[in-house]
């Protein structure tokens, strides 16, 4: 496909969107088309439709002429031969059309680009337009995406900057199978898959380069408090950026977005569940008190000290809360089941959080960068974002002349595509999409 290298296609106009109701394809690892998702019902066919009545019928063929050669007697076929020479030599037949079909089958298989407890994201196209690429995310049965197309409904009628602007959301059968589709822009690769790309985690990122992140990650937050939600999930993997912009940081995966409300009258209420890393969440979080705008700043200081050093303090205690805290065959069910609920979260994470410093947050840290997270941890209470904004821009102008502010990949020259491989400045791949 055309579009699978990160060159942005000729922008549409909205008349032509407005026309007609939106239709997209998921993409199959060929990169052809696979199954048709939109309200566009009349659309929805696909080649695996095709090949599934055609294995079908070969397996019901197949199954027939073992009944009839069955049927037949052994003393008795002496007598008719051919005819169950002929009939055998139809079963092969169908046996190896049986197997071809089922190769096929495999290959129309979508291109898949993530996977979680929410269900899987595929490789999708519009069909409007140029054929703008999408990210189709299927809910597995028991989940809902209709909170999370709401909240990016709302962000894309705010024209908020930052996030994958919605492009539908409804139910419909895919693969045969009912299911719930949200269809948004596709971003490019997150955080979390660049600094692996480029070193295997095995180093942190440059100071420059995750002030620059949490410059921007703190823009995306003010305006998604200010549409009225908490993102309650924030981590190095929902961090990307743009499919054609490599300098763009967007904010992703709101399914655990929560409304906040400003009213100091109002009862606080609690969650029934601890929503996001348990590592990354704030402290309230983990005694299930209702979140506000302030718990995002501090999720978000934990996540550019873990991006700097690597590691964060209380990993361990994590680690030990997995082992000992969950019986093993209920952990391996969670795992299982709920991927991103397989945890018991205790009182014990909630209070090392809450022994947390500027001083204990920031040590060990650059100097530049140690200024701008103190500021960026004052400015959580009340979030304050112009406080922690002008923090983190006095931290990328310190570090300017010393290492530069350029994010990372741009330095290294890595480039990537549609379907998810990451290439560095030789075009070797780094990272390769499965597509499974």
């Known amino acids: 496909m055309k579009f699978l290298s990160a060159t942005a296609p000729p922008r549409t106009t909205l008349l032509t969107l407005s026309q007609q109701p939106p239709a997209f394809s998921i993409l199959d690892r060929s990169g052809g088309d696979f199954e048709i998702v939109g309200p566009r019902t009349a659309l929805r066919r696909g080649a695996l439709e095709r090949l599934e009545r055609l294995l079908s019928s070969a397996r019901e063929q197949h199954s027939k002429l073992s009944d009839l050669i069955d049927e037949v007697d052994r003393p008795a076929w002496h007598g008719r031969a051919l005819e169950v020479h002929r009939m055998k030599k139809q079963r092969l037949h169908y046996k190896d059309r049986i197997s071809a079909l089922l190769g096929a089958v495999r290959r129309e298989r979508p291109w898949a680009l993530a996977s979680g407890s929410y269900g899987k ?3 999708g196209r519009s069909l409007q337009g140029h054929g703008e690429p999408v990210a189709i995310k299927l809910g597995w049965r028991g989940t809902s995406l209709a909170h999370e197309a709401a909240v990016l409904s709302a962000l894309t009628a705010a024209k908020a900057r930052g996030f994958p602007a919605f492009r539908h959301h409804g139910k419909q059968r895919v693969e045969g199978e009912p299911s719930e589709v949200l269809a948004m822009e596709l971003l490019g690769p997150s955080v979390d898959e660049l600094w692996w790309a480029s070193s295997c985690a095995a180093a942190p990122l440059s100071a420059g380069c995750v002030l620059r992140i949490g410059l921007e990650v703190l823009e995306c937050l003010q305006r998604l408090h200010g549409v009225g939600y908490t993102h309650n999930d924030l981590k190095p993997s929902n961090f990307c950026v743009g499919l054609y ?31 996001g890393r348990p590592i990354f969440a704030s402290a309230a979080a983990h005694v299930r008190r209702r979140t506000e705008p302030s718990d995002d700043l501090e999720s978000l200081c934990y996540v550019l000290r873990y991006l700097l050093v ?18 093993a065959e209920v952990h391996d069910a969670c795992l299982v089941e709920r991927p991103t609920m397989a945890y018991c979260p205790t009182d014990a994470l909630a209070a090392a ?3 947390v410093d500027a001083a204990s947050l920031t040590a060990g840290l650059p100097n530049e960068a140690a200024a701008a997270l103190k500021g960026l941890w004052a400015a959580r209470v009340g979030a304050d974002y112009a406080a922690g904004a002008a923090a983190l821009r006095a931290g990328i102008e310190n570090l300017a002349g010393r290492e530069g502010t350029e994010h990372d990949w741009v330095r290294l020259g890595l480039s990537w595509s549609a379907g998810g491989d990451i290439r560095d400045a030789d075009g070797a791949v780094l990272h390769a999409a499965s597509g499974d």
Not at 262 to 267: A, I, S, T, V, Y
Not at 310 to 327: F, H, I, N, T
């Open 121 to 123: 994201v595929l490789l």
């Open 245 to 275: 912009d490599a300098n763009a940081i967007y904010l992703c995966d709101l399914g655990s977005a929560t409304p906040w409300k400003g009213d100091d009258d109002e009862e606080e209420e609690e969650t029934p569940t601890l929503r």
């Open 310 to 327: 690597g590691s964060l303090p209380w990993e361990a205690l994590e680690a030990s809360m997995r082992r000992d805290d969950v019986a």
């Open 353 to 355: 959080k809450r022994d």
